[in-house]
């Protein structure tokens, strides 16, 4: 069975950093592209990053873009988030997804994803 599984999540001062971490199993990520998704309390699920697979494009929301970085390591299975400057509004539950293909959507829609992991909370506060 497929399963996704982030980790890294935590409570950080505003400014701080934090890496997430997804790591798959009875799966291959080799093929498919990965995307970073959050939801805040009250708020729609948005997309964040996503990495395709073949090429490792990479694509941002803009909230993000220029703090977060993501990357992939195929023989770990494992995708990553690298998340810097953090601030309060970043705070959110944060999930990692499967495309149904290699390549992303750089739109970086919810409905775009097959498979997800229970998310990761991350908490900016001081």
């Known amino acids: 069975q497929v399963q996704l599984v982030e980790s890294g999540g935590g409570l950080v001062q505003p400014g701080g950093s934090l890496r997430l971490s997804c790591a798959a199993s009875a799966f291959t990520l080799d093929y498919y592209a990965i995307g970073w998704f959050r939801q805040a309390p009250g708020k729609e699920r948005e997309g964040l990053s996503c990495i395709s697979s073949m090429d490792g494009a990479r694509y941002y929301a803009a909230s993000v873009k220029g703090r977060f970085t993501i990357s992939r390591d195929n023989d770990k299975r494992a995708v990553y988030l690298r998340m810097n400057n953090l601030k309060p509004e970043d705070t959110a539950v944060y999930y990692c997804?499967?495309?149904?293909?290699?390549?992303?959507?750089?739109?970086?829609?919810?409905?775009?994803?097959?498979?997800w992991g229970k998310g990761t909370l991350v908490t900016v506060s001081s």
């Open positions: 997804a499967t495309a149904y293909g290699s390549n992303c959507d750089p739109n970086l829609p919810v409905a775009g994803m097959n498979y």
